[in-house]
């Protein structure tokens, strides 16, 4: 592994010696160096220029009154060219980010192309005909997906539905009843509980499916 | 220049001076000369170590305490930091220059190249000049980086893949193209 990793590297490398410097890269490489050269040489002149001030007291200090002179138009001199080269700088820079901007915007240009050309091969794979016959398709699916359902539900009627509520209620009941049939009777002989159950429970039947169980409902009475 | 450095009191110690001659000593006198040196170093930005001329520095000549170290001790000290790592001889023959990494190279390559992501550089060409000294490194930590350290950390990325040094097509002078990627 380390070895393919060492051989991909490398080939990276020789790609980078060969293509990933352009002749823009170049161009702009020579304008910032020609910048750095500008601002050397600007300090250069600064330098220079503060030794001329100090020259010049100097002279003054000793009544070199013309050496002085001669120091301080030095010194002036140094000053215009710095602002020459002020100029100059701002040129330079605007010229590299001009250049640089408009590599940005050749980027963009191809990055759109590119993606231009992609879209286009997608839609040549998409037809309008394909898409209106998809289309087509689906709908008959969901319909024929509707014809089942019907059929599948429609078994069931209202009939049943109420023989089956009646089914229930009748569980119900029995489930009632033998509970009841457990229980102790309070009042053996004369008074029949499982009577006396009967009508109350059956409008208190919901009461099983809110979580009431059987004991509970048994208590109340 | 900058505010002074605090030497630790082992600098005052006249002994410090002298290369012991008990190896555990000497090993330890080593280390404590080498842990200075690099401090001194971080502490002033300083990369390059002049021998000769140093030894009139305040960091091996001690006015205080009237010692100072000898070019074949400090030459030593260098010595043992050279295989450490944290410095490296300019001039193999002549041991008179030494460079001092108190950031190694290869740290030196990861701060310049995640400079170069985080500023959005990636793709654009600088000079080796402005990443040591232009206005758009000022202040950062490898602003003032000497030449041939720079250099060194820049053959590291180039190594890596992640960057490419080249010439302009009319001078000498080097610059970089960063491809900004970590890997």
Not at chain 1, 44 to 64: P, W, Y
Not at chain 1, 111 to 134: D, S, Y
Not at chain 2, 130 to 147: N, R
Request: charge should be neutral.
């Amino acid at each position: 592994m380390y070895y393919i990793g060492k051989i991909i590297r490398s080939f990276v490398k020789m790609g980078n010696k060969t293509s990933k410097i352009t002749s823009q890269d170049r161009a702009i490489l020579d304008l910032k160096i020609q910048r750095d050269k500008l601002i050397q040489y600007q300090k250069k002149l600064q330098v220079i220029s503060d030794k001329e001030t100090e020259i010049a007291k100097k002279a003054l200090r000793n009544g070199n009154k013309r050496g002085a002179l001669l120091a301080l138009k030095k010194k002036k001199y140094q000053e215009q060219l710095l602002k020459k080269t002020d100029t100059q700088l701002l040129n330079l820079e605007e010229l590299t980010q001009s250049i640089e901007f408009a590599l940005v915007e050749k980027d963009v240009l191809s990055g759109l192309e590119l993606g231009n050309n992609i879209l286009k091969e997608i839609h040549k794979e998409m037809t309008i005909e394909k898409v209106e016959k998809l289309m087509e398709d689906t709908t008959d699916a969901i319909a024929y997906q509707n014809e089942i359902e019907e059929l599948l539900s429609g078994k069931i009627t209202r009939e049943d539905e109420d023989e089956i509520l009646e089914e229930l209620r009748q569980i119900e009941e029995e489930q009632v009843c033998r509970l009841c049939r457990k229980l102790p009777d309070t009042r053996p002989g004369s008074f029949s509980f499982h009577r006396f159950l009967k009508p109350i429970i059956r409008p208190t039947g919901f009461l099983y499916g809110c979580g009431f169980d059987n004991w509970e409902v048994y208590s109340i009475y | 220049m900058t505010d002074l450095f605090n030497f630790p009191s082992i600098h005052n110690f006249p002994p410090f001076y002298t290369l012991q001659t008990q190896p555990t000593t000497r090993q330890t006198q080593i280390t404590l000369w080498s842990e200075i040196i690099l401090a001194y170093f971080t502490h002033h930005k300083l990369y390059r170590l002049e021998l000769s001329e140093s030894l009139n520095g305040e960091l091996f000549d001690n006015k205080g305490i009237k010692r100072r170290l000898k070019l074949g001790t400090l030459q030593c000290i260098i010595d043992a930091m050279v295989k450490q790592g944290t410095a490296e001889w300019d001039s193999q023959s002549k041991k008179n220059v030494a460079l001092i990494y108190w950031r190694k190279p290869e740290e030196w390559a990861t701060l310049i190249n995640n400079w170069v992501f985080n500023s959005g550089m990636t793709n654009s060409i600088l000079t080796v000049y402005e990443i040591a000294h232009g206005d758009v490194t000022e202040g950062l930590d490898f602003h003032g980086l000497d030449q041939t350290i720079l250099l060194k950390s820049l053959d590291i990325l180039v190594k890596r893949g992640l960057a490419q040094l080249f010439q302009g097509s009319s001078t000498e002078d080097m610059g970089v193209k960063f491809f900004g990627t970590n890997g």
